[in-house]
């Protein structure tokens, strides 16, 4: 294959990496933005949408596509529940201090991680692509459910956008992420707001599972590495803010993508870091964040 | 209207307010004076429901309301104006007033009422809070407050760093409300910017009162109060 059709492939590969990263950091940022809280475990909120996809789909077994829209709908919620039950448990008694819930989420991930390990087991789990159409790109053939994974994060990211600018609910969830202690004065319950968003957050990142996993595989170590791109993603996009993450995680899914296939998968890595470190020398708040006083 | 026994209020385990009591009524006026630090906006943020742990008893129309979880305090018809005003500066004026608007049923009426009585905010309903104007910022800070319909409202320093012609425009608000009614607990620093609108001083000094005096008696004999004040 020649360069331009190759470097095109790697760019369709990025895409795709990107459209789920900027779901996983999109969950991350949201729970950052309004609850001012650095989630270690939301990794493995992804980590249970996929595992859960597989769980899910494995009860319709030789009918993939409606195995995938069951898991679509189940994995979010489930994750979302146990999401808040964890708010619920453990984070709403810390008072959200920023540092106790960093170790409390870190508490969180191991939880997670091993009861996924003790209930489904350490074998990689594959899940059935809904639909098996490929494309015919002229120069290359390409996975038509890679387009579609990108077209529903696109989705899902404008309705994300739409909530938080048009709605009720979105005002409610800035005027939290400003200032909390006001907005509790003037009617908003904080403590309902903080727990729909962290469930809010592990179910995006669910989704993002659920639509990775007929690519990858299901596996309860899955959550690791998606955690500290995510967190790559938010800190050069502007911890909080929806717009940094989406463009960062386009900057890095891309890059990631296409470094991954031109080169290795750990050299990717290790330029994303490198760029954090740059943008952080050079603008603290992130591409797009700004500084609180 | 509001009576408030043996108010005390910590921030972690420090004790901060110690057994405040007062009562409020009804149309009236009551100024607390005191000097930084004194305890000021801890009683009106104790009274917001606002400070994690507070002892004592807070009434207000008949019903007790100390313990109860601060986003409720609003919708018993509390408003709060915070000391350095507290806007949510990335939202609108419209978006500010619609959050003043949450535990309100008929918002548009009274956002209109609102809007006439700070015109100008009607003019700015679609910029960023943040790029108002201080005396911009005092109007919606009030209005945000207004439009929760308050019998009782806290406002905390509210003439804090704005030019003489935003002071009057304030003050003249406050005796409005005053006439319709509406009980005001006033924080203030500016001894002679109360003195004209309250009807009872209470200075405080270390989370106690220490001083208190109906407003004529103190126009009459300032050197007391200013004794309390370090004036």
Known sequence: ???????????????????????????????????????????????????????????????PALGFLLALLVAPIIAGIIAMFSDWLILKHLKYDPEATIIATIGILYIIQQAALMTFGPDARPVEQPFNVRLDLYWFGFSAYKFFVIFASIILLLSVWLVMAKTKFGLLLRATQLDSETAQAFGIPISTVYSLVFGAGAAIAAVGA?????????????????????????????????????????????????ISVFFSPTLAKILATLLVVFVLLIRPNGLFGTAKV | MLKVENLTSYYSNIKILKNL???????????????????????????????????????????????????????????????????????????????????????????????????????????????????????????????????????????????????????????????????????????????????????????SIVYTAEANEVVKDHKKLYSFLGV
């Open chain 1, 210 to 258: 659920v639509l990775i996993v007929p690519i990858q595989q299901a596996h309860y170590l899955m959550g690791g590495e998606p955690l500290l791109l995510a967190f790559i993603v938010v800190i050069i996009g502007g911890l909080g803010s929806l717009r940094g993450t989406v463009a960062a995680a386009v900057l890095i899914g891309m890059s990631d993508g296409i």
């Open chain 2, 21 to 207: 009591s007062f009562n409020l009524e009804k149309g009236k006026v009551l100024c607390l004076l005191g000097r930084n630090g004194a305890g000021k906006t801890t009683t009106l943020k104790s009274l917001m429901g606002l400070v994690d742990k507070t002892e004592g008893k807070i009434i207000f129309n008949g019903e007790k309301i100390s313990g109860i979880s601060a986003h409720l305090i609003p919708q018993k018809g509390i408003g709060y104006v915070p000391q350095g005003r507290r806007l949510f500066s990335e939202l609108t004026v419209e978006e500010n007033l619609e959050i003043g608007l949450l535990t309100r049923k008929k918002g548009e009426n009274i956002k209109n009422n609102v809007l006439t009585m700070f015109p100008r905010l009607r003019e700015r309903l679609d910029q960023i809070s943040g790029t108002l104007s201080g005396g911009e910022q005092q109007m919606l800070a009030l209005a945000r407050a207004l439009c929760i319909e308050p019998s009782l409202l806290l406002l905390d320093e509210p003439t804090e760093g704005l030019q003489p012609s935003m002071i009057s425009l304030i003050r003249k608000s406050i005796l409005e409300l005053k006439k319709q009614g509406v009980a005001i607990l006033l924080v203030e620093q500016r001894v002679e910017a109360i003195l004209s609108i309250a009807d009872e001083i209470l200075v405080i000094e270390n989370g």
């Open chain 1, 1 to 63: 294959m020649d360069l331009g059709p190759y470097l095109l492939f790697a760019s369709l590969e990025g895409l795709v990496h990107a459209a789920v990263l900027s779901l996983i950091a999109l969950g991350l940022s949201l729970v950052f933005g309004v609850m001012r809280i650095v989630n270690v475990a939301h990794g493995e909120f992804f980590m249970l949408g996929a595992i859960l996809a597989w769980w899910v789909s494995s009860f319709v077994l030789g009918n």
